[in-house]
């Protein structure tokens, strides 16, 4: 049993690199890495031809696209171009052991999920998930991550049978395609492993503009892409936590001026029925108090966690 490896790449030379160190350290050689470079700048782009022209190794594809593009069109055609029925999706700065391949190495019918995994941050400072039970579902509905890329090993055939990763979304890719694999389908297994993958995350507050594509895809998933016929009415309920998320990045991006976007998204919710009357109202105006300085950012978050988040 063979399994292809698919990685979205972008002016990162070193990360394939160490990647590739740990692929060749598996204690299975059965797996094939289909990098797919998103038009990474021309300095980088060689490097990464002259390393793979280098290496030698036939398991290694390299895919260059032509104009930028983003992770999910990359994902989507490392899978089209995947040799193997099996698929897993691995990010150029994760990290994973040597028994990953073998351990992935398991009968299953629609996917696998390797629930127990590790969170690495820039410190190499290692954080391992917290305990999840049932009702996969709902974790995500109330935007509680409890598995990422990752995580999930494929059969290709249901992957394409989803409609792969959904292009459109700028950030929640892969939030949106485990909504869409729970909701469609009972033939998957969930394994209690031994970690054997680190993923690799950077501090919020590190990041440049990252308040708009979360609240974008905030907006595209809840208005176009959930599909809401089949939940019930608590879970509808539990959806108030991506909205909670939002308030949460805007506070932690420090810019006041993008308190608009926040207030799209929570008039979303009220309109769709996903919020109540009383909860818009503290919503909008917490808001205002927190763009007019009146509320710190700790005050607006306590605020919007007491009224939007999920009760456990």
């Not at 972008?10 to 350290?25: S, W």
């Not at 292009?167 to 909701?183: F, G, K, M, T, W």
């Not at 209690?192 to 680190?198: A, G, L, M, R, S």
């Not at 879970?235 to 936590?241: A, H, K, R, V, W």
Request: neutral net charge; contains cysteine; proline residues 3%.
């Amino acid at each position: 049993m063979s399994i292809s490896v698919i990685t979205p790449h972008y002016n990162d030379p070193t990360g394939l690199q160490q990647v590739y160190k740990c692929l060749l350290a598996q204690t299975q050689a059965s797996w094939e890495w289909v990098i797919v470079d998103d038009f990474s700048d021309e300095n980088n782009q060689k490097k990464i031809l002259d390393w793979h022209q280098g290496i030698e190794d036939d398991r290694v594809k390299l895919i260059c696209n032509t104009q930028k593009s983003n992770a999910s069109v990359c994902r989507n055609a490392g899978a089209d171009t995947s040799l193997y029925e099996n698929l897993v999706f691995l990010d150029a700065d994760d990290t994973i052991r040597p028994n990953f391949i073998a351990n992935r190495k398991i009968e299953f019918n629609d996917f696998a999920v390797f629930k127990n995994m590790a969170i690495m941050d820039q410190n190499k400072d290692v954080q391992f998930s917290a305990e999840i039970k049932e009702n996969y579902l709902d974790y995500f509905l109330q935007a509680r991550f409890i598995w990422q890329t990752t995580a999930i090993v494929w059969k290709k055939a249901y992957f394409n049978s989803l409609g792969q990763f959904n292009p459109q979304l700028p950030r929640l890719q892969d939030v949106e395609l485990a909504i869409r694999a729970l909701q469609n389908s009972v033939n998957y297994i969930v394994v209690e492993n031994e970690v054997d993958f680190y993923y690799s995350v950077k501090p919020i507050r590190s990041r440049k503009n990252f308040l708009k594509p979360v609240c974008d895809a905030t907006y595209i998933f809840i208005d176009e892409l959930l599909q809401t016929q089949n939940l019930t009415k608590y879970q509808l309920s539990l959806l108030s936590g991506y909205y909670f998320m939002n308030t949460k990045y805007l506070e932690r991006s420090e810019s006041r001026k993008e308190v608009g976007l926040v207030h799209r998204n929570l008039m979303l919710f009220y309109k769709k029925g996903y919020i109540g009357f009383f909860q818009v109202l503290i919503g909008v105006i917490s808001l205002k108090l927190y763009e007019w300085q009146i509320f710190s950012g700790s005050q607006f978050l306590r605020v919007n966690r007491f009224v939007f988040k999920p009760k456990q």
